[in-house]
Structure formats: structure tokens, C-alpha cells
């Protein structure tokens, strides 16, 4: 049976996720070493040479598999070459992630996805959408060199590349049904606390509400990292005893009974490549709102794209107000739309990583 081991060099959230669902449901045995998840971008400078000195044989594996927060380049050239073939799962990328505000670009960090994409032997996605942004910003990347512009790395990288979705964690026990909504309604917030997640727009949504005299309450989750946005704080201030769930919950049961509970669950993201939080709480039953740009279009079936995506911050407050005022109109969309997350379950999505497993080692000639 071939052996596996994956490197993660910011062992949190999706990546972290990803991780140990991989190794919970694969038939193949794979050993994690990873790293804290802070401090992302001396991660992809750095994690390579703890990598390095931390494994003391890669030639017992018969595989590699690495996120794109390190230098797998690095890796390579400090191991000689010397690794078992090596797949990469993009998670995000340095070229399209948009930048904080006052943040210049480093471009080091393109350059280090692309030297990773060139080093690796498979490229995964983790959707059309970012697949599509990585290899839209490519070329203009590329073109901002003043000149031999290596434009051959676009068709090296995209024919060793292709789109998995990662799977999700969903409770075995777990069956959709029908429930009654609450009143008032609980609006669900479940991704990181950072400034791509657009917090501020959604805390004027919520200010929307109360100007309009809504009754709402609130359950703020997510993980946060070093840097806090300053408008987190301000909202629990503000919003006060509407928010009954102010930070993230360790405790993954009680994560779900959190879903469970909510009505609605609302997205503002600029920037989102697949998007596990809004799936999981679809499955659990709350209803998604979500913008018309990014995976969400990808993730959220056809037929409810009128009714849960929208267009701008007008379409956005008049539908999350109809959603409130009016939930018996949504009432069937809730179960249907709960049992076609099921797609992306990690017992049917393993099914795909394994048997790139099983090609990737039996590309090793030892």
C-alpha cells in the first residue's frame, strides 16, 4: 500500500480542514507535519528549510502533497531533487488575492507560486473559478517583467493542472429535514475576521435592519488571526445583546448546532475560492446569501441563483429583508438546497484524491 506524506505549512482553517480530511478518508496511509497557522507570508519564505531539516527520509514515501503557503521549489533544490513525485493543492494564490488596504504587492510571493506550480508534478484547484482567476492573472503577471518574460511557464503549468473539489466534513448521523424558522431569525456569520471577508458590509447590513425596525439575532463565528478588524469590536458594541455568539467555537458539535440553529448565512466576501463555511451551513440547513461573483455561482445550484446571489449592496439589503419578512417563500428551498451540499462530501470527493493518489506514486521510479 503506497505512503503518503503531506507537508502544511499553515495548519488552520480550509488548509487545516483539507488536511485531515484527506488523511481521515483516504485507504491510504498519510503522515502530516505541519505548522502553526500564522504568519503566512514568512511561511512561504521559511517553511521549506524547517521542512527540510524536520524529515529525516522522503524517500520512504511514495508521494508528496503540499499547500501553496510554501516554497515547494525551495524544498526541491534543498533535497537535490532527490523527492517522491509531489502534488500541490491551491488552496488561494499570491496573484489574484487581493491585497489589504495600504498593502503594496510583494512579488516574491507570485513568483513563489509559480516556481511551486513548475516543481510540482500534479496542480490541484480547489475550483473552476480559481483555476480560472490563477491562470487570467498569469499572463499579466508575467508581462509586468520588463523583459525575457517567461510566458512558456503558463502552458507547462496549466497541462499538469486540474480542478477537485476539497470535501467537506458533514456528521455521519446527519439527515436534512424540514424546521421551522425562528423568531426572531439568527443570520449566521462563520468566516475568518479579516478584511477579504468584507466584515464592514456586513455589519451595514445589519444597521440596515435595525434602522428598519428587523428583530434579528446574530452569531458572529469564524477564526480570527493576529490582526482583528477594528470594526469586529465596534459591532459588538453596537449590536449588543442581538449578538449571541461572539467568536469562533472550538468544539466542531458545536459549530454544527450553531448551523443548525441559524436561519440565514451571509457572505460578503471580495475574495473566496470555494467556500466550505457557507456549504456547511447550507447543509445544516440555513439559507445562503451570497454575492453573484466568485465559487459562489459555482457552489450553489442554478435554479436558486435568483433568489440567494446577489447582484450589488442594494439587491443584497432587499433580499436579506424579503428573507426575513418572508420566510414562508423560502420555506422548500431550505431542504433541497441542503441535500445537494451533499455533493461535496468528503466520502464522495475522496474518491477523486485517491486515485490521483494512486497515479501520482505510480509515477515513482525509485
Not at 507560486?113 to 508534478?121: E, H, K, M, R
Not at 441563483?305 to 439589503?317: A, I, M, P, T
Request: aromatic share 16%; charged share 25%; glycine share 4%.
Amino acid at each position: 500500500m503506497a505512503k503518503f506524506l503531506f507537508l502544511e505549512s499553515f495548519y488552520g482553517g480550509s488548509h487545516r480542514d483539507f488536511a485531515d480530511g484527506l488523511i481521515a478518508h483516504s485507504r491510504y496511509q498519510i503522515d502530516l507535519v505541519s505548522l502553526p497557522a500564522r504568519f503566512w507570508k514568512w511561511r512561504m519564505r521559511g517553511a521549506a528549510l524547517y521542512f527540510f531539516q524536520k524529515i529525516d527520509s522522503f524517500q520512504k514515501y511514495d508521494g508528496l502533497i503540499t499547500s501553496d503557503l510554501m516554497s515547494l521549489s525551495d524544498l526541491k533544490a534543498l533535497c537535490g531533487g532527490n523527492l517522491p513525485p509531489t502534488l500541490i493543492y491551491f488552496h488561494e494564490n499570491q496573484l489574484s488575492y487581493p491585497l489589504a488596504p495600504g498593502e503594496q504587492m510583494d512579488y516574491q510571493f507570485g513568483f513563489t507560486d509559480i516556481t511551486s506550480a513548475l516543481a510540482a508534478d500534479r496542480i490541484i484547484f480547489n475550483s473552476h473559478t480559481h483555476y480560472h482567476a490563477f491562470f487570467s492573472h498569469l499572463p499579466k503577471f508575467i508581462n509586468m517583467m520588463p523583459e525575457f518574460r517567461p510566458k512558456w511557464v503558463i502552458r507547462e503549468i496549466r497541462e499538469k493542472s486540474q480542478v477537485v473539489y476539497p470535501g467537506c466534513h458533514f456528521p455521519s448521523d446527519f439527515t436534512s429535514s424540514d424546521r421551522e424558522h425562528n423568531k426572531p431569525p439568527l443570520i449566521i456569520w462563520n468566516h475568518r475576521w479579516e478584511f477579504d471577508k468584507r466584515p464592514e458590509v456586513f455589519f451595514h447590513a445589519l444597521e440596515f435592519l435595525t434602522e428598519k425596525d428587523i428583530d434579528f439575532r446574530v452569531a458572529i463565528l469564524g477564526e480570527r488571526y493576529q490582526r482583528i478588524p477594528v470594526v469586529f469590536s465596534k459591532a459588538k458594541e453596537k449590536f449588543g445583546d442581538r449578538i449571541i455568539q461572539y467568536g469562533y467555537v472550538d468544539s466542531r458539535s458545536d459549530y454544527y448546532n450553531w448551523l443548525s440553529r441559524g436561519d440565514i448565512v451571509i457572505s460578503t466576501a471580495d475574495q473566496e475560492n470555494f467556500g466550505i463555511s457557507i456549504i456547511e451551513a447550507i447543509r445544516h440547513g440555513c439559507l445562503p446569501l451570497v454575492p453573484n461573483r466568485l465559487s459562489y455561482p459555482e457552489i450553489i445550484p442554478n435554479s436558486f441563483h435568483g433568489s440567494f446571489l446577489y447582484e450589488d449592496q442594494n439587491d443584497f439589503f432587499e433580499k436579506l429583508l424579503s428573507m426575513i419578512l418572508h420566510p414562508e417563500d423560502f420555506s422548500v428551498s431550505r431542504n433541497h438546497l441542503s441535500e445537494s451540499m451533499g455533493d461535496f462530501a468528503w466520502e464522495r470527493q475522496i474518491v477523486f484524491f485517491d486515485e490521483l493518489l494512486k497515479k501520482l506514486a505510480d509515477s515513482f521510479i525509485r
